[in-house]
């Protein structure tokens, strides 16, 4: 066989010797080697352009030494003699794109591109990729995963719900993606899996796939072309060029892959995912460069052929293929040539129409750069972004049941409902909610929880009644202490205060005031709140999953007007039923949700069915200077200061002049009934100095002859024994129109209001809430002389929108209990 003449090129002089003895000698006939040159007794002048070549003895051949300041001379001289040399560079000063402008630099002097080729001494070889190889080959599996290092690293398979639906246990998957895999790698690896595995156990392949995948090709890639090398060897399937580099070396690259055993698999890359699990750093952003994938156009229509011929060798296995375009940050995108993406797409639907094939195309999914370690590779948080719209996908095209799902918790599905399609994303939780009501239903005892954090948010002892007098149902009532507060003696009073009144009213009550309680694992959860994050762990909603279904009834009558990301919150984006007040707000949340609101229903505000009941006396203990007094309730909201979502209170305007009409005016009973945050913020944002300066003021009143303060959530028999209302707040807006009465609504530039509020509002008696005098003089006309001018308005907007019996037939606490009870026993297939 004759020699192959080659030329070396060393950036790196210190890799002179190990290079040298790297090469096969009995194969290749060294030319000349050139790097830099510490010649003796020489000036560095111009005249070194005329030097003699120095020459030095290897074994029998005389090789000659350049320096690079006669790389140009030496180049021609040798391109006199035969344009065929091979040029093999490596090393470099800087970085790898030393190599790249080595190159660059021979082609601007005639050497062809392709007689060029970087010299890797230690090939770039996987052990891990080579060992899962391996582990498939001995143990099969039920699917596996090819494509680049955005897939390697991209996509954590312990995160997809694979469940077998015949032996109900996991699917085991070993993922073959590596470094610099481009199509053709990943289909000749598809290829030697099939031919390797069991027949018809292989149930999905996943394609990794990058914008640039038709426009790759890994032997072009003059960077990492000795990447070949691994494919030749493992899969005993070499091009040509993979034979000539195999022919350089003096040592058997062979050996490496007969050293490596399927003990030394990593079928998930985790000890490669465990290093890169952090943000991005400082250091990668001045590390950032643009793109540096060799894109040739040439490569189009071969890789279109290969991504056919790898769908077609799915389907010919009974394998389903699904392709994974993986997630890049926004400064990376940008980089991107826009047509690229454009055939990429177009291609991708070619394959879609004509194949059972679907990709799932994450390239612009809005996640923040928290979910990547670098501008193009995802790190742990970015892996379940993209491993859980993987999951979506492979559900939604059936390739994976739904009963996987199950065992998610809902932080997991509520992350997923931030990035997914939302008729997606809903199908996915429908059918996960009708498995789950199906364990329930079979149940012998089915256990229901409400919980909050306060009695304030009590929905009323109807909507309990109809649970716990129900032999198939065992309920509790669980209250929490609001972890987000600072625990001081006051908010612990306050807690146990609740706890107490709650189970004043006959109602199996378990209080969770330590962060780490444990409950027992409950089948339906009804909350009363939204705010999971300020529960105790057993509430929070990384500790649950939809083995347990999660209701909510707001707590709130709601008549705000709120930032859109108000109605999608983590409760609202994984409830199974919504029960809503009004219609009013049923519709905002279809509106402004990422997922509407397919659990939604109208079912009118359990709390208000106590003033549809004829039956019902009411009665509370007025304190009284006069027997005639008014009756006035006084409801001062918390949101002092203007850092909450929600900016109503004028407490910090009026609290004085309150206490000081009240003293006033024998002819009028005070009920002060405080917003429970109200006794944190009246501190926290300096109305008063400390909790027990504040606490004084509410004793101050109480020590008056005609007023009480009221803290809790039983405040029915205050609205319907009452005269009249003066408040801020945003729920009673809509709640005290249950019992008719005149309402004076204090108002500051920051409130705003929804539709619903507006209209309420337009029937009411509205003040500025720091126009004293003008307040002074409402009071007075309003309630004292009793002037309710409004009256026939408030009655006619309360049959258009707040009248839910006659809406459903029914009140709302037996239209909430039917729903849950009906969801249970026939949930939607």
Excluded at 773 to 802: C, H, P, S
Aim: proline fraction near 4%.
């Amino acid at each position: 066989m004759e020699k192959i003449n080659v030329v070396l090129l060393l950036l790196n002089r210190d890799l002179f010797e190990s290079t040298l003895k790297s090469l096969n000698l009995d194969k290749i006939n060294l030319v000349a080697v050139i790097m830099d040159i510490n010649r003796a007794n020489t000036e560095d002048t111009d005249e070194a352009e005329d030097e003699v070549p120095t020459f030095f003895r290897l074994g029998d051949q005389v090789v000659a030494l350049d320096s690079f300041a006669m790389l140009q001379k030496s180049t021609r001289s040798i391109l006199k003699n035969a344009k065929s040399y091979m040029w093999l560079v490596n090393g470099y000063l800087k970085g790898s794109d030393d190599l790249l402008k080595l190159k660059r630099y021979l082609m601007a002097n005639g050497v062809p591109e392709k007689n060029i080729a970087r010299l890797d001494v230690n090939p770039q070889f996987s052990t891990t990729w080579l060992a899962n190889l391996r582990y498939i080959e001995k143990f099969g599996a039920d699917f596996f995963v090819t494509g680049d290092e955005y897939t390697q690293l991209g996509l954590n398979m312990d995160l997809i719900p694979c469940i077998d639906r015949n032996k109900g246990t996991l699917l085991n998957g070993v993922n073959l993606a590596d470094f610099h895999q481009d199509l053709t790698r990943g289909y000749q690896t598809a290829k030697y899996v099939f031919k390797h595995v069991k027949p018809g156990t292989i149930k999905f392949v996943i394609i990794g796939l990058a914008p640039y995948s038709f426009y790759y090709d890994s032997t072009k890639d003059f960077l990492h072309t000795a990447k070949g090398l691994q494919y030749a060897l493992a899969l005993n399937d070499p091009t040509d060029y993979d034979t000539l580099m195999m022919t350089l070396f003096r040592y058997n690259v062979g050996d490496f892959f007969n050293r490596v055993t399927y003990k030394q698999a990593d079928v998930n890359y985790n000890g490669i995912r465990t290093k890169i699990g952090g943000s991005l750093s400082a250091k990668a952003i001045i590390d950032w460069v643009n793109i540096d994938k060799t894109f040739d156009a040439e490569s189009l229509d071969d890789n279109v052929r290969i991504l056919k011929k790898y769908i077609e060798l799915c389907i010919d296995n009974g394998a389903r293929p699904l392709g994974v375009l993986f997630p890049f940050p926004g400064i990376t995108r940008k980089t991107y040539n826009p047509d690229i993406i454009k055939v990429f797409r177009k291609t991708i639907r070619q394959f879609e129409t004509r194949y059972d094939f679907s990709c799932v195309d994450m390239f612009e999914l809005k996640i923040g750069y928290d979910c990547y370690f670098d501008f193009t590779h995802l790190n742990a948080k970015g892996q379940i972004f993209a491993t859980n719209m993987t999951s979506l996908r492979m559900f939604s095209r059936g390739i994976i049941p739904v009963d996987g799902f199950l065992n998610k918790d809902y932080e997991t599905l509520k992350r997923l409902a931030l990035v997914a399609p939302a008729d997606e994303y809903n199908k996915l939780m429908s059918r996960i909610f009708t498995i789950s009501a199906k364990r329930i239903a079979a149940k012998k005892k089915i256990k229901v929880g409400f919980v909050m954090l306060e009695a304030a948010h009590w929905c009323g002892k109807d909507l309990y009644d109809f649970f716990a007098q129900n032999k198939r149902f065992e309920t509790t009532v669980f209250i929490s202490m609001d972890f987000h507060k600072d625990i001081n003696d006051l908010v612990k009073k306050n807690f146990r205060d609740d706890v107490e009144q709650l189970k004043s009213h006959g109602l199996n009550v378990v209080a969770l005031e330590d962060l780490d309680s444990t409950v027992p694992t409950q089948d339906v959860l009804i909350f009363l709140t939204p705010y999971l994050q300020y529960f105790a762990k057993p509430f929070q909603i990384q500790n649950m999953s939809p083995k347990t279904l999660l209701a909510y009834i707001p707590y709130a009558y709601d008549s705000s007007a709120h930032v859109k990301s108000f109605y999608s919150q983590m409760l609202i984006l994984v409830a199974w039923r919504i029960f809503f007040s009004s219609t009013i707000t049923f519709d905002l949340y279809k509106e402004k949700a990422l997922i509407g609101a397919p659990g939604g229903v109208y079912s009118g505000y359990p709390r208000m069915d106590v003033f549809f009941k004829e039956d019902v006396q009411f009665a509370f203990d007025w304190k009284m200077a006069q027997p005639d007094a008014k009756k006035i309730i006084w409801a001062p909201h918390h949101s002092i200061g203007t850092a909450t979502s929600i900016v109503y209170a004028t407490f910090q305007w009026n609290f004085e002049f309150m206490y000081e009409f009240a003293k006033n005016h024998p002819e009028t009973s005070w009920v002060v009934k405080p917003h429970p945050w109200l006794l944190y913020s009246a501190v926290t944002e300096g109305v008063f100095e400390s909790a027990e300066a504040f606490e004084a003021y509410l004793q101050a009143w109480n020590d008056l002859p005609n007023a009480k303060v009221v803290i809790g959530g039983y405040y029915q028999d205050i609205f319907a024994t009452s005269d009249a209302m003066i408040h801020d707040c945003g729920s009673f807006i809509a709640e005290y129109q249950y019992v008719d009465k005149p309402m004076i609504y204090l108002t500051r530039d920051t409130q705003k209001h929804n539709k619903l509020g507006t209209e309420i509002l337009n029937v009411s008696y509205c003040v500025d809430g720091q126009n004293l005098e003008e307040l002074a003089a409402t009071i007075q006309q309003v309630i004292i002389d009793g002037d309710d001018y409004n009256a026939e308005a408030r009655k006619e907007l309360f049959d258009m929108y707040l009248n839910y019996p006659q809406a459903n037939g029914m009140l709302a606490s037996e239209f909430i209990f039917k729903t849950i009870v009906d969801t249970i026993d026939n949930p939607p297939e």
